[in-house]
């Protein structure tokens, strides 16, 4: 049963537009969520995190907004690029009990010029 | 800056052959663990260490050993290989503290992997 639950598998969106990443998680012992960045033939690098405390944080035209109620959280792509196109990741962790960082199933992003 | 380095970058075996993925980090970061990356169903954790000689199981560790001597070291292997065991694998490092102090994970390029 994966723990942290992601869509749309895939996305397309054209260049300016606005990209929406959502994920949804069960255990409420996660305290820190953060968005990794895939490239084609290259490991994920750390995008933009978030802890539960905060409900909005953003970086450039990377936003994660996060609602801890709904045990949802999503990142948002402003004037989305074709540069963006990459696989996104969120994932999830406990950071003061367990080091183990789970990941949703991934979302691959194509931005057309 | 090697990072996290993964040898050898492509790999392919036959059924019930056995094979070490190597896995070097030059960050001195306590933390290591390795992920396999299919299709659909993003990255799930094979297995994990916190340091030199302490490891545990991540989600899918059935079919794969793992070591850890060396803070720097972390081989995985493969001791029967299997179809479904096809798959790109990755390691990943980082301070314990990395992760509430924002760094994440530092992985390395993935290792690729072919049973036949």
């Known amino acids: 049963q994966q723990q942290v639950k992601q869509s749309p598998q895939s996305l397309i969106v054209q260049k300016g537009g606005i990209s929406i990443i959502n994920c949804a998680y069960e255990n409420t012992a996660f305290d820190y969520f953060p968005w990794y960045q895939q490239f084609p033939g290259k490991g994920p690098a750390l995008l933009i995190a978030?802890?539960?405390?905060?409900s909005e944080k953003k970086e450039g035209r990377f936003t994660i907004s996060f609602n801890k109620s709904a045990k949802q959280f999503s990142l948002h792509i402003m004037d989305s690029q074709p540069g963006d196109s990459a696989t996104y990741f969120c994932a999830a962790i406990e950071m003061d009990c367990s080091y183990k960082l789970i990941f949703g199933s991934g979302t691959r992003l194509l931005v057309r010029p | 800056n090697a990072g996290v380095t993964q040898t050898p970058k492509f790999q392919v075996l036959k059924t019930g052959q056995s094979m070490t993925l190597q896995c070097a980090q030059d960050m001195n970061h306590e933390y290591m663990s390795w992920y396999r990356q299919d299709p659909g169903m993003g990255l799930r954790l094979i297995h994990y260490?916190?340091?030199?000689?302490?490891?545990d199981q991540g989600e899918v560790p059935n079919g794969y050993n793992v070591s850890r001597s060396t803070t720097e070291d972390f081989p995985l292997r493969l001791l029967s290989a299997a179809p479904s065991q096809t798959s790109v694998y990755f390691c990943?490092?980082?301070?314990?503290?990395?992760?509430?102090?924002?760094?994440?994970?530092?992985f390395g390029s993935g290792t690729r992997l072919t049973v036949v």
């Open positions: 978030i802890r539960p405390d905060v």
């Open positions: 990943a490092s980082s301070y314990l503290s990395g992760q509430r102090q924002g760094y994440g994970y530092t």
């Open positions: 260490s916190v340091g030199a000689g302490i490891t």
